[in-house]
């Protein structure tokens, strides 16, 4: 059974930094692209960056430079790392694999300004 369990939310002042991490299991974790995507009140869910199985990375524009996705395969752990944290990046941020439909529970950011 797959199972992806975010964790690392929480409430930090505009200018600080959170990082997230998603633990996979029920997959193989190494074959798969992973992604992190959010969702703020009243909006559409939308991707935030994804990493490849080789490590390839891309980021929707709004936060390249701020946020650096990475994976452990080891830990079958991916990670996101936000920084320079903006009032406008509260959502609840979900992890997903990729190609499958299968989302974690979400884990809530809160940006005060």
């Known amino acids: 059974q797959v199972s992806l369990v975010e964790s690392g939310g929480g409430l930090v002042q505009a200018g600080g930094s959170l990082r997230l991490s998603c633990a996979a299991s029920?997959?193989?974790?190494?074959?798969?692209?992973m992604g992190w995507y959010r969702q703020a009140p009243g909006k559409q869910r939308e991707l935030v960056a994804a990493?490849?199985?080789?490590?390839?990375?891309n980021y929707a524009d709004f936060v390249k430079g701020r946020f650096t996705i990475s994976r452990d395969n080891a830990k079958n752990t991916v990670y996101l790392q936000m920084n320079s944290l903006k009032p406008e990046d509260t959502a609840i941020y979900y992890c997903k694999i990729v190609t499958l439909d299968y989302w974690g529970q979400g884990t809530q950011v809160t940006v005060s300004s």
């Open positions: 990493i490849g199985r080789a490590g390839n990375t």
């Open positions: 029920g997959i193989i974790f190494s074959s798969r692209a």
